[in-house]
């Protein structure tokens, strides 16, 4: 068994390495840091990521209605997967740490998709992204961040940081919540989390042998950042996903 398993495994993971190809040789075409509702390297960023997806035989669905309007997106943070998992039905800028801009591949496909790159850590690291995601607020782009800083198991949310949510004061543009979930019959899919020591190898594997894996991503309420502060519209969204998933916790 195990080698039908080690099989599959460098059978997906070659696939995985044709279609990051795929994404290169598009991204070189038609991306220039920027995904745009409506352009076509919008449509493109959304087609290769459900095809990212179908890689992985994960049933997958959104529910609720996106907002229209350059907005800054909220979610709560369970694995890497999440990332695909949003944008294949939304094009959107992501925030994501320094060290991923140096990854082979894949740091070169997040900057020319129009990733944003924060230095954790380093001083002046969250004013600068505030700026750059004003920025592209401004420019007609969506953002989306995670606010709680880190993954969870998924089970519950994790403290909310306000910092960020200045961008969309400062751009004047709407903030939604997005609540992700990989629902099972009693909770959590276990192979869903990326958590605590495991390696990004490990995890990938999880989702290439999981069974019946599913991966729900819910928009929820849009608030207008010109009738709330950066603490309220924190605390809205971390209420919304909150409540959202402790509902639907159990199937």
Not at 20 to 40: D, P
Request: net charge positive.
């Amino acid at each position: 068994m195990t080698t039908l398993k080690t099989l599959k495994t460098l059978f997906t993971l070659s696939r995985i390495f044709l279609h990051l190809i795929l994404g290169i040789f598009l991204a070189s075409l038609y991306a220039h840091g920027s995904v745009q509702t409506g352009t076509r390297a919008a449509r493109l960023f959304c087609w290769w990521q459900r095809r990212f997806n179908s890689l992985f035989h994960i049933q997958y669905q959104t529910h609720g209605h996106i907002n229209t309007t350059p907005t800054l997106f909220i979610a709560n943070h369970i694995s890497w997967f999440d990332i695909p998992a949003i944008g294949a039905s939304l094009p959107v800028r992501f925030l994501s740490k320094q060290e991923v801009s140096e990854w082979p591949l894949i740091g070169w496909l997040a900057k020319k998709v129009g990733t944003l790159f924060i230095q954790r850590g380093r001083k002046g690291a969250a004013e600068q992204s505030i700026y750059d995601i004003t920025h592209a607020l401004q420019q007609g782009d969506n953002v989306i961040i995670f606010p709680e800083g880190t993954t969870t198991d998924g089970t519950a949310i994790k403290k909310f940081h306000s910092r960020l949510f200045q961008a969309a004061v400062n751009a004047g543009a709407d903030v939604q919540a997005i609540a992700i979930t990989y629902p099972t019959k009693n909770g959590i899919h276990p192979a869903a989390a990326y958590i605590d020591d495991m390696s990004m190898m490990e995890s990938i594997n999880n989702f290439i042998h999981a069974k019946d894996l599913q991966v729900d991503v819910h928009f929820l309420k849009t608030f207008s950042s010109q009738q709330y502060n950066r603490d309220e519209l924190t605390a809205l969204c971390a209420k919304q996903i909150e409540t959202y998933i402790k509902t639907h916790h159990h199937h």
